[in-house]
């Protein structure tokens, strides 16, 4: 089973940044949309911004202007860099891919086992 591993949460005080960071286990193939969620205490899981294969970007409207999903398709990799953050940004990000072509399986809905945000002072 591929798995996603994400890296970059931490503690940042309010008005400043992170970047996260999401690539594979393996390498994968079939042009997946790549996603970041996030879940904080007591919400639903949210989709904060989504990039498609092309490039295509879909941001939540709370983070526009503020956050930018970014893709490196030769590693396989995602990054969302995370500007002006704000204490409501405090949750669990989790990284996801819709499908992946590995070793000539596939697989759905694939996601990594999340890493903490916290923004205060």
């Known amino acids: 089973q591929v798995q996603l591993v994400e890296s970059g949460g931490g503690l940042v005080q309010p008005g400043g940044s992170l970047r996260l960071s999401c690539a594979p286990s393996?390498?994968?193939?079939?042009?997946?949309?790549m996603g970041w969620y996030r879940q904080a205490p007591g919400k639903q899981r949210e989709l904060v911004a989504a990039i498609t294969s092309g490039g295509s970007t879909n941001y939540a409207d709370s983070v526009k202007g503020r956050f930018t999903i970014s893709r490196d398709n030769a590693k396989n990799t995602m990054y969302l860099q995370m500007n002006s953050l704000k204490p409501e940004d405090t949750a669990v990000y989790y990284c996801?891919?819709?499908?992946?072509?590995?070793?000539?399986?596939?697989?759905?809905?694939?996601w990594g086992q999340g890493t903490l945000v916290t923004v205060s002072s």
């Open positions: 996801n891919i819709d499908r992946a072509l590995v070793r000539g399986k596939w697989y759905f809905e694939i």
């Open positions: 393996e390498t994968i193939f079939g042009n997946p949309t």
